[in-house]
């Protein structure tokens, strides 16, 4: 190894700054001393290798082990062995700068090493300090979607009072209970009801090594819902089962599946794929009341062949509500309305999404720092 001594720089080897929320930004600064010339990219390659025991005495004369640390590496000041004495999870390695400050007699060089360590952004944790960017875990956040929806069903209110002086709707149905939304003559209303609704939307971005890889989770799964129910993994899932998103069956679609152009970092490449996935918990199915403007009228009697009569199609000028078997549903000889036939539809490509990287729990990490 060309390196042969690496140690805190003497005088100031460390400093700090805290901002109101107490989140820290620090410096390390070291000097290294080669056997050897070598440019910066090499030098620091060595300097993260492997700890180097320091000539700053800790309590006791123990001996003091310092590292370079890789970036995405939290705050370290390194104490007895390799247990760090004093540390910062939120505050990570972001920029180091070389500056070769002397060549030596014995034609090697010394170098001057400064780590900057900044807060993490959001859902940024060690994990990222892993050299391959697929590796890395997934990314998420949540977003939300407003939207207008026609709705078919709701709780009539009492007239003129509250519910217990007030005079029942003759469309309510038992111990308020939804139902159809249809006036007192079992008719439609002029215009459809409309409301403003908000959903939660969860955006997921991992990394893929290759645009043929992006384009198939494109062409997969955009604009689908899940056929089964999924684990979405954070990253964040060894501090508990409560950092991981679990999207039940036919709950989450997929309303777009966007790739970054080619990033790069270091020898590798790479590209960013993100989901964006709308979750509805009542599922993504398109409820509609049995209606038309043609019914089935069965047959009565028998044809002259002595067979039951066929059934009928009959079109109607108006809207009819109809049964499970088609047939016009008439309010009762008390005047009562019908109960509605309703028919779930999935409307949406349903497909499995077990397998995608942020469905399975991340590799294990291969601590680096």
């Not at 540390?87 to 060089?109: M, N, P, R, Y």
């Not at 407003?146 to 309510?172: C, I, L, N, S, Y």
């Not at 539809?345 to 349903?350: I, N």
Request: aromatic letters at 8%.
């Amino acid at each position: 190894m060309p390196i042969t001594e690496l140690d805190y720089r003497t005088g100031d080897p460390q400093s700090a700054q805290f901002d109101e929320r107490r989140r820290g930004t620090y410096t390390l600064r070291f000097i290294a001393r080669t056997n050897t010339e070598m440019g910066a990219e090499a030098v620091l390659t060595d300097a993260q290798y492997d700890t180097w025991d320091s000539s700053l005495p800790i309590k006791g004369g123990t001996t003091r082990t310092v590292k370079v640390p890789n970036m995405f590496c939290k705050w370290e000041w390194f104490g007895t062995g390799l247990t760090a004495s004093n540390s910062d999870e939120h505050s990570l390695c972001k920029d180091i700068t070389l500056d070769q400050v002397a060549t030596l007699a014995d034609g090697g060089q010394k170098w001057s090493i400064v780590a900057n360590f900044r807060p993490g952004d959001p859902n940024e944790t060690e994990k990222d300090a892993n050299t391959t960017p697929t590796s890395r875990p997934a990314r998420v956040t949540f977003d939300r979607e407003t939207f207008r929806e026609e709705v078919q069903h709701g709780v009539p209110q009492p007239r003129g009072g509250d519910e217990e002086t007030g005079e029942k709707p003759k469309q309510a149905g038992e111990d308020g209970k939804e139902v159809e939304i249809r006036n007192s003559a079992g008719g439609l209303y002029d215009a459809p009801v409309e409301v403003i609704k908000t959903r939660s939307v969860i955006v997921v971005t991992y990394n893929v090594a290759d645009l043929k890889t992006a384009s198939e989770a494109v062409s997969i799964y955009q604009g689908t819902i899940n056929r089964t129910d999924y684990t979405i993994y954070t990253g964040a899932e060894e501090s508990g089962k409560n950092n991981i998103i679990r999207v039940a069956k036919g709950t989450g679609l997929t309303r777009e599946v966007v790739v970054s152009e080619q990033q790069t970092e270091g020898s590798e490449s790479f590209y960013k794929v993100t989901f964006r996935i709308a979750i509805e918990p009542r599922r993504w199915i398109h409820r509609a009341v049995e209606r038309g403007r043609q019914h089935i009228k069965p047959g009565t009697g028998s044809n002259e062949a002595g067979e039951p009569a066929e059934s009928e199609v009959v079109y109607e000028s108006e809207y009819v509500t109809l049964d499970a078997n088609g047939q016009v549903v008439e309010v009762d000889k008390d005047g009562n309305l019908p109960a509605t036939t309703t028919t779930d539809w999935v409307v949406y490509h349903q497909v499995n999404y077990n397998g995608l990287p942020f469905t399975q729990a991340p590799p294990t990490y291969s601590k680096t720092c």
